[in-house]
C-alpha cells in the first residue's frame, strides 16, 4: 500500500467496478461526483468546485463539517479508545450522553438504549414495545403482534422498520411478502398551520379500535414526514394520538430521527403538540453528522416492565453499542447545539427560506411551496429527471438530492443568511435553467 492518493477519474472507476450506493442499481449510470473535503458548510469536489451542501448530508451534518471542537472531541477520546464493547464495561462518554438524552428529550423518556443507525434504533423500539406487551404475560406473535402506523411514513431499510413503512411509497414494496402485515390507516392530512380536519383520525381510531389487543404500538413521525413526502401536519393530528393511545392502553412510539435536535423549529417535534411518547428514536444529527449513532429512549413504565418480565433482559446488543468515539462527538455536538442558539439559528433559516422560496411558488412547473424550521420544501407537479437535474443543481454551485416531485433542503443550522440566499436562488435559477424540464 502507497499513501498516493487517487485521482478524481480512479475514483470514478474504482466506483463504477465496485461500490454500491443507496438506492441504486450497481453500474449506475447516474452522475455521481467524487468528493475532495469538506468544511463548514461547503462541500468541495475533487474538480475543484465548491458545493454548498442544502441537504446536511441526509439531516445530520448541523453544525457543518470539519467543526474545529467536534475534530478535538474526537481526537480527545481518540487518545483514550476509540472503542470499547458495552457488554459488562460502561464509560464516561455513553453515561453522560444517556443523561443529557434524557434532560433534553420531552419528560418522561429516562431510560437510554445506544445504538448504531436510525433503523437499529427503530428496530429497537419495536423490540422494546413487544417485549413490554409480553412480560405483561401477552405472548408476542399470537396475541400482540402488530402495529398500528399512517401511510406516507418511513422508518429505515431494516425488515422490522420497512414493515411500518407505506407500503407503496417506502421504497420496499419488492419486499412485501418478506415483511410482517402491520395496520396502515391514511396519512394525515390536516396542515400544520390551517384548521385540523375533524376527520382526520377516523380510520386510525376505527383500527386501533378493531385491532386494540393485538396492537402493540402506534409509530410515527411527529409533524413532519420525512422520505415518505417532506409532508408537514398538525400538532392537534399527534395531540390526538397521544391520547388515543392513553384511551386504549397502546404504546406510542415517536421517530424523530430526522425531526429530532431543532430541525422543526422545536428541540423535538413532539413539542409542538405538548406530547411524551412512550418510546422515542434519535439518531442522524445526534453527532452531527461525524459517526452513525442512533438512540432509543423510553419511559421507567416500559423499562420497568420488560425488566420485570419473564425473560427480565432486553435481547438486543450490537457489537459497538456506545461506541465511545461516537458517544464522545455527540456529547460535544449535544454542547454546540446549546451554545450556538439552535433556536435562533433555527428561526432565522426558516425566516430566509421563506424569503427565497416564496417566488418559486408562482412558477409553472411548482404544485407548492412550504417551509417549517430549517426544512424547505419545493414540490413539482411532476417527477424530476434525476440525470439531467443532479448536475443542474452542481453547476449552481449547491448540492441538493431531490426525489420524486420533491426538491427539498434542510441547511445546515451554521449557515448564514447569504448562505440561505445564495441556495434558494440557485433553486429558482434551476428551476428557470433552460435544461430544467420535468417528465409527465
Ligand atoms: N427514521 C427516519 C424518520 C428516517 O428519516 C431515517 C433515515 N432516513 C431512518 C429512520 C433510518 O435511519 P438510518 O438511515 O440511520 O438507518
Redesign the pocket.
Known sequence: MTDQRLSSEEILALDKQYVWHPYSRCNSDLPIFPVESAEGTHITLCSGERLYDGMSS??STIHGYNHPDLNAAATDQLSRMSHVMFGGLTHEPAVKLAQTLVKLSPAGLEQVFISD????A?EVALKMALQYWNSLGEKTGEQRQSFLTVKNG????TFA?MSVCDPDTGMHSLYADFVQKNHFAPAPQSPFDGDFIESDLDELTRLAHAHKNEITAIIL?PIVQ??GGMRFYSPEYLKRVRALCDELDLLLIA?E??TGFGRTGKLFACEYAGISPDIL?V??ALTGGYM?L?ATLCSKKVATTICQGEAGVFMHGPTFMANPLACAIANKSLELLIKNDWQQQVDNIEGWLIKGLDRCAELECVANVRVLGAIGVVELKHPVDMKRVQPLFVKHGIWLRPFGKLIYTMPPFISSEEDIAFLTQGIFDVLMDEDFATEG
Open positions: 441526509w439531516w443507525s436510525g433503523s437499529v427503530v418511513y422508518h429505515g431499510d422498520a413521525e420525512g422520505t421517530d430521527i430526522a428514536c439518531g442522524k452513525s442512533a
